[in-house]
């Protein structure tokens, strides 16, 4: 009895984390599709792999080289992201993309002591866009701050060009993540002559009448929104619920997706929300998705997802990765990169509209090329606004670029205050 | 200051109403303890699991759907069904009271005269159990739950006091239905224990396991009952937390918000789960309004904890609960 007891607890933790054969590249997926951020996890991780398992079935992987995604459940916890971590990292890893700022902020010092890139598009920590600092962590196209940047001049756009005297209220995630951009609005709030009314929410969020109690008294122009899981569709509810103007509610594109916007219904209609990618399905790749992956019975999860603003995300996710392999494989001469070489990918990957569109992706993302020092990429983001009725995320603009002038010392003094602590030298001289 | 002062009467209202919606989880779990002293850690889950049968009922879909069409190949996803919100609580009623015989057959049954603490620990996986079928069952994207409730601002409430006293106010209407549905269903459960035999034979369990089996009560069935109803509850609760935040997996954690209730108004006691969720939801807010600016906000969590913590210190039984005297 304790025998078998011991086989199945064996083939149990061996199950849960498929060994990939030797020869292939791994890139392990840390995902959740369990616990209170599942929704958001799900499609997320069906975009990731459904995208490798498309390059498998229709190029035979990258350069030759299948693509094995071994995923492992984080449930958004840190301390299991860390143990994914080090549960995959021996297996030949390439690259990690937890989709968690508290999973990256304990996994920054590991990969570099490990030598495995860590790429955080849109999360994480945003002064690792310093490559002279940071040499093991990618976090382009756009980081925290690009994001608080890009809707303050979306803003002064909208106010002709001045936003002082106005009130805008942040409401945001009690976490590392939600409090990000506080000190980049901070910033423009004395550039731009704003006032900033910071207002937390407590994980998870599902209670948040004060809050918005709160913002029914302070009369905010308009309300900015750093949330991520049932937060995001309570404050959209709560902000139904007082009549705020949805038109002058805008959320950071974790806070974008159809999941934040169906529960409050009609009540939805006008909210807006950055984005840093295209979304829905009118991409000529997803007649490729359809044909190697979904109708070939190889599709991720229920594989009900395609076109969702976050399985195009983490499916923009895996592009960018593959290209990286990609490029990693040019440089270095070899199919079968190792993790070092996949760095070197990252760090000289340009991607260029006309590959985008090779890719069958044509506008759905920035260009952007990558360097020693920038790991950071254009930060540039769009504006999308929900239709309630045709159920749709419609774009307003086209990207819009953050404001460097104010984003660049802020990244300096952070990574600098990183570098110092952890005896970092520059490199990059 | 006038302004202050109403704004703070605004909150500590809104406070009242948040803790009603406290309550009515908290009312589950003090069903369970009350009569058979099980701590039962599913109850967040259980609200959970209403409110996805229930949206699962009223928009037609096939339970095990995904799990169907991976095994046998098939592409089916609903019946093609809207079914009216009345007739989809009712068959999520029966479907609690299916799951309540199921408990009460494979789990409680092989555990009558454990430790307490085995049975909590039954439950710990009772509530993963079921989170992890719910997932399978109905798929874990988020769901507009919409049973005809109404939400959003009372306007006539707004307006009336806007005339008296120049400063509208907000109440939610969907919490003014929570207010009603909980006095509603504590007023039921009271009649249900004094008047009728079955509440009296749950009476009698609650009061003396012991006694009540030796005059030919039957602990089995009561506790399917009074699982049976707990789930009820659990489904009240699934459906006003639902339609805040549409139905999605975190609703297991409104769990949370009725711990302190709990601790507050005594694990045993009906009327000691309306006033805890009363207390603690006037308390939080008020205190996230006049403290929570001078600390960085983000109070209500922890104040909610430490409010209860300070009763337990003073009152170990919390207000409404027995004091239980062990003498050697």
Redesign the interface.
């Known amino acids: 009895m304790k025998k078998t007891f011991a086989a199945l607890a064996a083939a149990a933790l061996a199950a849960s984390v498929a060994a990939p054969a030797m020869a292939d590249l791994v890139v392990p997926n840390l995902s959740y599709?369990?616990?209170?951020?599942?929704?958001g996890g799900?499609p997320y991780a069906d975009g990731f792999n459904d995208y490798f398992t498309l390059l498998n079935e229709r190029d035979g992987g990258i350069g030759g080289e299948k693509v094995q995604v071994p995923e492992c459940e984080t449930a958004y916890n840190t301390e299991k992201g860390v143990e994914c971590y080090e549960a995959t990292k021996g297996s030949g890893a390439l690259v990690y993309n937890p989709l968690s700022t508290g999973i990256t902020y304990q996994l920054i010092p590991k990969v570099a002591a490990d030598g495995i890139p860590l790429y955080t598009p849109g999360y994480g920590r945003t002064s690792a866009a310093n490559g002279k600092v940071f040499e093991w962590v990618f976090n382009y196209p756009a980081n925290y701050w690009d994001a608080a940047s890009v809707a303050v001049k979306y803003l002064l756009d909208e106010n002709g060009g001045d936003l002082s005297g106005k009130k805008i209220a942040l409401v945001y995630h009690?976490s590392a993540y939600g409090k990000e951009p506080i000190r980049t609005l901070t910033e423009l709030s004395k550039k731009h002559g704003f006032t900033l009314v910071?207002?937390?929410?407590?994980h998870?969020g599902?209670?948040q009448?004060?809050q918005w109690?709160?913002i029914?008294?302070d009369k905010p122009d308009y309300v900015l929104m750093w949330g991520w899981?049932?937060m995001n569709?309570?404050a959209i509810?709560e902000a139904?619920?007082?009549?705020f103007p949805m038109e002058n509610f805008i959320g950071v594109w974790w806070s974008g997706s159809e999941?934040d916007v169906?529960?409050?219904?009609d009540?939805a209609n006008g909210y807006k929300s950055l984005a840093m990618h295209g979304t829905g399905s009118d991409y000529p790749v997803y007649a490729d998705l359809k044909k190697y992956v979904h109708d070939a019975?190889k599709a991720s999860g229920?594989g009900?997802?395609v076109g969702s603003v976050l399985y195009s995300r983490g499916m923009y996710a895996a592009m960018v990765i593959s290209e990286a392999i990609r490029k990693a494989q040019e440089i270095h001469g070899t199919a079968a990169v190792n993790a070092a070489q996949v760095r070197d990918g990252f760090e000289a990957l340009e991607i260029t509209e006309a590959r985008m569109v090779e890719l069958g992706l044509p506008n759905f993302g920035q260009p952007f090329a990558a360097s020693c020092t920038d790991h950071g990429g254009p930060g540039a983001a769009l504006i999308q606004q929900w239709d309630a009725s045709a159920k749709k995320w419609n774009l307003l603009t086209g990207f819009i670029a953050p404001d460097d002038e104010v984003l660049t010392p802020l990244v300096m003094e952070d990574s600098a205050a990183f570098a110092a602590e952890n005896n970092i030298a520059e490199r990059c001289n | 200051m006038p302004d202050t002062f109403f704004?703070a009467l605004?909150?500590s209202l809104?406070?009242l109403?948040?803790g009603v919606?406290y309550s009515l989880v908290a009312l589950g779990f003090v069903l369970i303890f009350k009569a058979s002293g099980i701590f039962n850690y599913a109850q967040g889950v259980l609200a959970l699991f209403a409110a996805l049968t229930l949206v699962g009922l009223q928009n037609g879909q096939v339970p095990f759907a995904?799990l169907i069409?991976a095994v046998f190949?098939t592409s089916i996803h609903g019946f093609g069904w809207q079914l009216p919100g009345i007739i989809a609580i009712l068959l999520t009623a029966l479907v609690m009271v299916g799951l309540a015989i199921l408990i009460e057959r494979y789990i409680l049954k092989h555990l009558v005269n454990q430790e307490p603490i085995i049975l909590f620990m039954a439950t710990i996986g009772l509530a993963y159990f079921l989170?992890?079928l719910g997932?399978v069952m109905w798929?874990?994207?988020?769901?507009?739950?919409?049973v005809g409730l109404p939400?959003?601002?009372s306007d006539a409430i707004e307006s009336t006091t806007y005339e008296w006293f120049g400063y509208g106010f907000?109440i939610?209407r969907l919490d003014m239905v929570a207010a009603v549905v909980a006095a509603l269903l504590v007023a039921s459960l009271t009649l249900f224990s004094q008047y009728t035999k079955y509440g009296r034979a749950l009476r009698a369990v609650a009061d003396d396991h012991q006694a009540a089996l030796s005059v030919g009560i039957s602990l089995r069935f009561i506790w399917v009952l009074v699982w049976s109803i707990a789930g009820f509850v659990a489904l009240v609760a699934g459906i006003m937390?639902g339609s805040?935040?549409?139905v999605?997996?975190?609703?297991?954690?409104?769990a949370l918000?009725a711990l302190p209730v709990l601790m507050l108004g005594g694990f045993t006691s009906i009327p000691g789960a309306i006033v805890g969720g009363l207390i603690i939801g006037m308390g939080?807010?008020l205190f996230?309004?006049f403290i929570?600016p001078l600390v960085?906000?983000?109070t209500?969590?922890?104040f909610a904890y430490v409010l209860a913590l300070l009763f337990l210190v003073f009152r170990p039984q919390g207000l409404f609960g027995e004091k239980i005297i062990e003498r050697v």
Do not use: C
């Not at chain 1, 599709?33 to 929704?39: E, K, S």
């Not at chain 1, 139904?240 to 009549?243: G, P, Q, T, V």
């Not at chain 2, 798929?139 to 919409?146: H, N, V």
């Not at chain 2, 999605?248 to 409104?254: A, P, T, Y």
């Open positions: 599709r369990t616990g209170p951020y599942a929704p799900i009690n910071e207002v937390p929410v407590d998870p599902q209670e009448k004060s109690l709160q029914r008294r899981g049932v569709a309570v509810q139904a619920n007082i009549n999941n169906t529960p409050a219904g009540g019975g229920a009900d997802q | 704004y605004e909150v809104n406070g109403m948040a919606m995904h069409n190949g989170e992890g997932d798929g874990a994207d988020i769901k507009k739950l919409d939400q959003g601002i907000f939610d937390w805040k935040s549409g999605q997996f975190s609703l297991s954690l409104i918000k939080e807010k996230e309004f929570g960085g906000g983000a209500e969590n922890w």
